[in-house]
């Protein structure tokens, strides 16, 4: 019988999130949740840019949990609301629905999650016996199962290095993360959310620290820095103009760290245009995950990622919601609780 689900959000993960349920052959779509009041009462094949499939989009978390759906697939936006979306998950658990989301990063290594939030989300879990797991691209799949799963070829490892490098070119990013997250246009002294210390320890800090668990490594410090580029001339970007000497571009390490030394470290770097900061990092071709791993043998893969369906970033839109789709099946089986992906089997896709 196919798991009844429940959709939250259709931005950009949110629209693949979505259709990932509506095609998936062993999920059934009972409701769909909106934020938007321009987008209440469409149908969700709609929303998701294929057939409409008569489920209809409606803004009330409440009255959609009527549907007493199984799973809960939650791809809504957390910026500016993230108590909010603490106070819906625990209602939402407590209902006896479980959740996936790519919502909360921080929620991907439960250790990690401040203690009194922890305990709020399990007693939900333990309410209505259900589970809570979180996940997405990265931090998620490229910066916590995959580094693990090839640390495993490894006689001796000096390091693990991890890199996400990507150009939002004008478009491809709303305005609420290429400008107010990323602080693409914002003066190069400023610190944008994205690259605050707090935040990137809250994000990324847990994919590191269940990185060193699964290798039994314990470290001293999770270490943070970030550098802003600053535009060399101003140019046109998503409707506004990214004036010269505004931040362009963005890196920010996340970093496990022994005897001072980084062990275990994530790199993200992000162009407006592909041609700025030459020096730092690039992939080989497009946008790319890259995981290096120090010791013997040294291991070097980059993972690219396209689209038959959109621009260069789809595709990794679609990485982020089917990692937590395909996840759903394996979530509804599992024991109540926060869960992290080392708690569940196996997460595999679908043929065709």
């Known amino acids: 019988m196919a798991i009844r689900v429940l959709h939250v959000g259709t931005g950009f993960v949110g629209r693949q999130a979505l259709r990932g349920v509506l095609e998936h052959p062993d999920m059934e779509l009972v409701g769909l949740v909106v934020s938007a009041a321009d987008k209440v009462g469409t149908d969700a094949g709609t929303l998701a840019g294929i057939a409409p499939c008569g489920v209809l989009a409606r803004a009330d978390l409440d009255g959609a949990l009527a549907a007493e759906p199984e799973a809960v697939s939650?791809?809504?936006?957390?910026?500016?609301?993230?108590?909010a979306t603490i106070e819906e998950f625990?209602?939402?658990?407590?209902?006896g629905a479980n959740?996936?989301?790519?919502?909360?990063?921080?929620?991907?290594?439960?250790?990690?999650?401040?203690?009194?939030?922890?305990?709020?989300?399990?007693?939900?879990?333990?309410?209505?016996?259900?589970?809570?797991?979180?996940?997405?691209?990265?931090p998620g799949f490229f910066s916590d199962y995959l580094p693990v799963v090839l640390s495993g070829c490894s006689r001796r490892i000096d390091s693990i290095q991890i890199y996400e490098m990507a150009v939002y070119t004008p478009g491809s990013q709303s305005d609420s993360v290429a400008f107010d997250q990323v602080g693409f246009g914002s003066p190069v002294d400023s610190i944008p959310p994205l690259v605050h210390p707090d935040g990137l320890r809250a994000g990324w800090g847990g994919v590191i620290t269940m990185i060193g668990e699964q290798l039994g490594i314990a470290f001293d410090e999770i270490a943070t820095s970030h550098e802003l580029l600053p535009a060399p001339e101003s140019f046109p970007y998503q409707g506004r103009t990214i004036e010269r000497g505004a931040t362009a571009g963005m890196r920010f390490r996340v970093a496990g760290v022994v005897g001072g030394r980084d062990v275990v470290s994530l790199d993200h770097v992000t162009r407006a245009r592909?041609?700025?900061a030459p020096d730092w990092p690039r992939p080989l071709r497009g946008d790319a995950y890259r995981i290096?791993?120090?010791?013997?043998?040294?291991?070097?893969?980059?993972?690219?990622?396209?689209?038959?369906?959109?621009?260069h970033l789809a595709g990794g839109f679609t990485v982020t919601a089917m990692r937590a789709i395909n996840a759903i099946p394996a979530v509804v089986a599992a024991e109540p609780g926060?869960?992290?992906v080392f708690d569940l089997p196996l997460i595999a896709g679908r043929l065709g």
């Not at 625990?90 to 209902?95: E, G, K, N, Q």
């Open 74 to 83: 939650y791809f809504a936006t957390t910026h500016g609301r993230l108590r």
């Open 338 to 340: 926060v869960r992290s």
């Open 90 to 95: 625990c209602a939402i658990l407590a209902s």
């Open 99 to 138: 959740i996936v989301t790519t919502s909360v990063g921080a929620l991907i290594h439960p250790g990690s999650v401040r203690p009194d939030v922890l305990a709020r989300l399990e007693a939900a879990c333990e309410e209505g016996g259900s589970t809570c797991f979180s996940t997405g691209i990265d």
């Open 274 to 276: 592909e041609d700025l």
């Open 292 to 311: 290096v791993i120090d010791g013997e043998p040294r291991l070097e893969c980059e993972f690219e990622f396209s689209s038959h369906e959109g621009d």
